[in-house]
Structures are given as C-alpha cells and as structure tokens.
C-alpha cells in the first residue's frame, strides 16, 4: 500500500464507487494495467439511468482503449450527418460527418445507455462489481482509506473514486463548498418503436422553437430516442412538473415531421422527466486519497453531447497518471491538471448553447440563426476537431 511517499499503484487497491460509464471505465482502464479496482453500485442490480446516449469520436477513441470499442459501435447506429433546424425557418446547420471518420476513424455512434453499460460491464475483471453496496462515508487514515456503506459493511484502498454521478456523496468529502446550479431547464427522455426512412436513420436532428426544442436519433433498426429540453415555469427549474399529453402536442404544435409521429408513437408512461442542472467548479477534483471522476467532478448540462464523453476521458486519464507517477499527490494533480480545462470549457459551452437554443424573442432568434448559418464550415470542423481529440 503507498506510504508516505506512496509508491507504484500497482499492488495497490482501489475502490471506485459508483457503477456507472465513468465507474465502469475506469476500473477497466486500471485492471487493463495490472491495478486491483473493485466497483461499488448503490443499486441491487446494474439499470442504466436515462435512455439513450452519443458516443462522439473522443469517448469511442477511449473504448477502444479499453477495447470495446467496435462491441459498442455494433450495438448502435452511427450517425454519418448532424442537423440543427429551427422550428419556423429550417435548416440552420448541417454538418456531414464522413471528414470525422477521415480524421478519426469513427463517427458519432447513437447507442442505448443499457448497451453501452452491458458492453462496459463485460469487459470487466469477474468479481470486481458489488451491487446494493450505497457509500455512507470514508475516512482518509493517511496510508489507507477505509469506505464504510450503508449495510455496516466496510472495506479497505489506497485511493478512493468517486464515480457516483452528479449528487456524488464522496464529493463532499473533496469539496465541501460543492453545489449544483439549475438551468432553468426541464428535459424529457424517452425511446419509442418507430422506423425512420432509410436516408435520415444515419441522421441526428435537433430542432430549436423557443420555448420547446426536441432532437432524436435512431438506436437501432426499429426504435428512435428523442430528448427534448424546454423552458421551466416558474422562478426556477428546482420542481420538475411532467408535461401532459395536451401540454406536449401544444408545445410542439408545428414542429416538423417526423416529430409529430415520433411523440404519437411514444407511451406517455415511458416518458422521463429530469431538471438540466450542471456543478459549480470545485475547487479541487481531489483531496488525500480521494478522487472524483465523470459528473461527480464536473457535471455539465448535455446540449454539447459530451458528459458521457468526458467521463470516459477521465477513466482514461486518471489511470495513466496513477500508473506513470509513483507519486499519488503527483499523480492526482497531474490528472486534475490535463482533464479540467477541457471538462470545464465543454461545461461553459453547454451552459451558453442552452441559453441560445431557447431564445424567445422572434427577433433574437432570426439573428442567431443567420449567425449560425454564417460560420464558415472550416471553423465548425476545427472546434468540433478540438473536442473530439485526445488531450491527455
């Protein structure tokens, strides 16, 4: 176990709490370098939260890294043109992908997050994933970090994960100052059983209407997951307020098909409602032997497609600096110090692409739209290049 001078992760053991995309990915990415790592879920059995998910070319350069990464492209659909369309005027982007894959390797794959997480789960080491085990707290003893969990069982690391998602208990144990922010946004996820025509399956939508916005992919042959964000009522987005059937035909009165037929096909009951809210910056990703990853240390609202991303870009970080330093402080700084500006401009844009989607004012909204219909391609195919690469 590392001393005071830590010593070489190998031979070490990890607890990572929390067994979702950035849990799973990182406990891969350290048994992947001989690093014991056992993944504790609160949950009694492994369910996927949300519907479907992006995989961009950045989190599939980490799976293949971890070496699921044609498992994961295979369970999906790959999506070979993105779409920005405004509900009154039409197109105001779009983007063919085929010069991501030139310079990538891959596009953007459009995958259920239960197929992502059963691709995850079986790469993992056998025996390393504990389900029903909630964290109650740990303490940091200087040489070791014992982790207690809610049924009065407790175990034994050298380092502490937290991967546990966006209300992280271990984060308060990094950062107590920690506190979320609202949006101001309410988004509906949902999966239905509907057929795109055969030349738009490859396609990703969103369309922009104000108040009310809506896109959708295809995830297989036979079924399309749609998420559509809108404006809270009230002074804030704290209570979420499921839309009726009424209310949601009303809000997307006029949108263009197939969205219509989408929200028909769609058993209401199916429908999940969840606040959009994103993690004020802390003020550091890790304390003692506790570290934090994915949304615990950087939540961010999803209209830029990254958060899973950026989880697994940690996973893939945080074990290559514990392997190549014998330091843990080192290693831990040197991992808060390649992952956060990137995590933290990504969060910063995601914040200001939601304030634009849902421009209200008709006139703001024509000028936003010739804006964005103005940007050059070459300067949209280097920002998107800038978020798809590797920084680390």
Same mark, same amino acid.
């Given at each position: 176990?590392?001393?005071?001078? *830590?010593?070489?992760?190998?031979? *070490?053991?990890?607890?990572?709490?929390?067994?979702?995309?950035?849990?799973?990915?990182?406990?891969?990415?350290?048994?992947?370098?001989?690093?014991?790592?056992?993944?504790?879920?609160?949950?009694?059995?492994?369910?996927?939260?949300?519907?479907?998910?992006?995989?961009?070319?950045?989190?599939?350069?980490?799976?293949?890294?971890?070496?699921?990464?044609?498992?994961? /492209?295979?369970?999906?659909?790959?999506?070979?043109?993105?779409?920005?369309?405004?509900?009154?005027?039409?197109?105001?982007?779009?983007?063919?992908?085929?010069?991501?894959?030139?310079?990538?390797?891959?596009?953007?794959?459009?995958?259920?997050?239960?197929?992502?997480? /059963?691709?995850?789960?079986?790469?993992?080491?056998?025996?390393?994933?504990?389900?029903?085990?909630?964290?109650?707290?740990?303490?940091?003893?200087?040489?070791?970090?014992?982790?207690?969990?809610?049924?009065?069982?407790?175990?034994? /690391?050298?380092?502490?994960?937290?991967?546990?998602?966006?209300?992280?208990?271990?984060?308060?144990?990094?950062?107590?100052?920690?506190?979320?922010?609202?949006?101001?946004?309410?988004?509906?996820?949902?999966?239905?059983?509907?057929?795109?025509?055969?030349?738009?399956?490859?396609?990703?939508?969103?369309?922009?209407?104000?108040?009310?916005?809506?896109?959708?992919?295809?995830?297989?042959?036979?079924?399309?997951?749609?998420?559509?964000?809108?404006? /809270?009522?009230?002074?804030?987005?704290?209570? *979420?307020?499921?839309?009726?059937?009424?209310?949601?035909?009303?809000?997307?009165?006029?949108?263009?098909? #197939?969205?219509?037929?989408?929200?028909?096909?769609?058993? #209401?009951?199916?429908?999940?409602?969840?606040?959009?809210?994103?993690?004020?910056?802390?003020?550091?990703?890790?304390?003692?032997?506790?570290?934090?990853?994915?949304?615990?240390?950087?939540?961010?609202?999803?209209?830029?497609?990254?958060?899973?991303?950026?989880?697994?870009?940690?996973?893939?970080?945080?074990?290559?600096?514990?392997?190549?330093?014998?330091?843990?402080?080192?290693?831990?700084?040197?991992?808060?110090?390649?992952?956060?500006?990137?995590?933290?401009?990504?969060?910063?844009?995601?914040?200001?692409?939601?304030?634009?989607?849902?421009?209200?004012?008709?006139?703001?909204?024509?000028?936003?739209?010739?804006?964005?219909?103005?940007? #050059?391609?070459?300067?949209?195919?280097?920002?998107?290049?800038?978020?798809?690469?590797?920084?680390?």
């Amino acid at each position: 176990m590392w001393g005071d001078n *830590v010593g070489s992760v190998r031979g *070490v053991r990890v607890c990572i709490v929390g067994g979702g995309i950035g849990g799973l990915a990182t406990a891969i990415a350290l048994q992947q370098r001989g690093v014991e790592a056992q993944v504790y879920e609160a949950a009694p059995e492994l369910t996927a939260v949300g519907k479907g998910i992006w995989m961009p070319p950045n989190a599939l350069a980490v799976l293949d890294q971890l070496g699921v990464g044609e498992d994961v /492209a295979s369970r999906g659909v790959e999506l070979d043109q993105v779409e920005l369309r405004d509900r009154d005027s039409g197109v105001i982007q779009a983007l063919p992908m085929h010069w991501v894959r030139d310079r990538f390797g891959r596009n953007t794959v459009s995958i259920l997050r239960s197929e992502l997480q /059963a691709a995850l789960v079986d790469r993992l080491a056998p025996g390393t994933l504990h389900l029903g085990k909630r964290y109650r707290g740990s303490e940091d003893g200087g040489d070791r970090v014992v982790v207690e969990f809610e049924d009065s069982t407790a175990t034994e /690391a050298g380092l502490l994960i937290g991967a546990d998602g966006l209300r992280s208990a271990v984060r308060s144990s990094v950062d107590p100052g920690a506190r979320l922010r609202s949006s101001g946004q309410v988004c509906s996820l949902a999966l239905c059983d509907f057929e795109l025509p055969r030349d738009s399956r490859g396609r990703a939508f969103e369309v922009w209407g104000g108040r009310f916005r809506i896109g959708f992919s295809a995830v297989s042959d036979r079924r399309v997951y749609w998420f559509a964000p809108r404006l /809270a009522t009230g002074a804030s987005g704290a209570v *979420v307020e499921p839309l009726t059937p009424a209310e949601r035909w009303e809000g997307y009165r006029g949108f263009p098909s #197939p969205i219509p037929e989408l929200l028909q096909a769609t058993d #209401p009951d199916e429908i999940l409602d969840v606040e959009l809210v994103e993690l004020v910056a802390l003020s550091r990703w890790w304390s003692g032997r506790r570290v934090l990853v994915g949304d615990a240390a950087h939540a961010m609202t999803p209209n830029t497609g990254q958060g899973g991303a950026q989880a697994l870009e940690d996973a893939a970080c945080l074990a290559q600096c514990l392997v190549a330093h014998d330091d843990l402080r080192v290693a831990l700084t040197r991992y808060e110090k390649l992952r956060r500006p990137k995590a933290t401009r990504l969060s910063s844009s995601a914040r200001r692409l939601g304030r634009l989607a849902h421009l209200q004012n008709r006139t703001l909204r024509r000028l936003r739209n010739a804006t964005l219909r103005a940007i #050059p391609q070459t300067l949209v195919r280097h920002q998107m290049g800038q978020i798809y690469s590797l920084q680390f």
